[in-house]
């Protein structure tokens, strides 16, 4: 079993449901002024690490247990390769044009680039919102050059915790996360990316969780 840390507004979040519960995520919301989708993330660490009780149409409820204590048997029975989705893939040479098709296709907010079938980078709605009013040629420039490439991409892996996960999303501040094999070729780190991570996977196991 492993600590739980929080973050800062994890903390508020506790200390706000213990004065005001039951207290539902809209209001939450109000007071910290944040949207509700900010707070899904903390709201599923906190509901399923057992720290605070989710009721349907009632609120959030102080559960009582140590923040500081351990991680509840229920999460920590849950790896990233338990809840994973498919990755939604294009490879460097794909046109910038192509990969908005995709995106909006498949309704994502980011996309990962392969090279040779390996991680080389990811590219978001901003990166190709910059393209695509910028006045480039968005059917001739390559994913490639718009991209964030490696090594400066957050990954995950099928047997990390869901809650590490969790974290690395909320630290970095992005909407996904690439889950990934590791291969040594050559001495080299390369990585096959075999699912993807998600704010929404992980808010529909706090649904799960909370028998939502």
Known sequence: MVPIQLNSRQTKIIDIVKEHEPITSEQIASILGVTRATLRPDLAILTMSGILDARPKVGYFYSGVDENNLISKKINSKNVGDIMSLPILVTEDTTVYD??????????????????????GVVSRKDLL??????????????????????????????????????????????????????????????KVVGRISKTNITRLFLEFSGS
């Open 99 to 120: 990969t908005i098709v995709t995106m909006f296709l498949e309704n994502v907010g980011s996309i990962f680039v392969t090279n040779k079938g390996y991680l080389s």
């Open 130 to 191: 910059k393209n695509a009013i910028g006045g480039s040629e968005i059917s001739k420039i390559p994913v490639g050059i718009t991209m964030t490439r490696m090594p400066n991409i957050v990954v995950t892996y099928p047997n990390e915790s869901v809650v590490e996960a969790a974290r690395k999303i909320i630290d970095h501040e992005v909407d996904s996360l690439p889950v990934t094999e590791l291969e040594i070729i050559d001495g080299k780190e390369h990585y």
